[in-house]
């Protein structure tokens, strides 16, 4: 059964930069779409970022509009890991970060898939940006 840890949290200062990494095991992620996804203190967990699955050449990429420009998704298959890496990160980007496992980023009207559609979710990896 496939299963995803998530690393590379931490505390950064505003306008800093982190790169997070969703590691497999159990499996492999070949035939996965992953995202990531975050949940702040009070909040919903909300998506950030997906990836789809691919030939190892062409994957698509989708960002929240919140974290488009500044966060970038991408997969290495042949370690079985997919990254998030986050520049000019902001203080309203600290949350525990998520990321999960689906068979496509979208649905077929081209939506995000619901985010109750992912699975293996990891135990998630908290990011705090303050100074």
């Known amino acids: 059964q496939l299963q995803l840890v998530e690393s590379g949290g931490g505390l950064v200062q505003p306008g800093g930069s982190l790169r997070l990494s969703c590691a497999a095991s159990?499996?492999?992620?070949?035939?996965?779409?992953i995202g990531w996804f975050r949940q702040a203190p009070g909040k919903e967990r909300e998506g950030v970022s997906c990836?789809?699955?691919?030939?190892?050449?062409?994957?698509?990429?989708y960002y929240a509009n919140s974290v488009k420009g500044r966060f970038t998704i991408s997969r290495n298959n042949a370690k079985n890991t997919v990254y998030l890496q986050m520049d000019s990160l902001k203080p309203e980007d600290t949350a525990v970060y998520y990321c999960a496992a689906e068979e496509n980023c979208l649905d077929s009207d081209y939506s995000p898939k619901a985010l109750g559609s992912f699975g293996s979710w990891g135990q998630g990896t908290q990011v705090t940006v303050s100074s």
């Open positions: 159990g499996g492999t992620l070949d035939g996965y779409a």
């Open positions: 990836i789809s699955s691919g030939d190892g050449n062409t994957y698509y990429t």
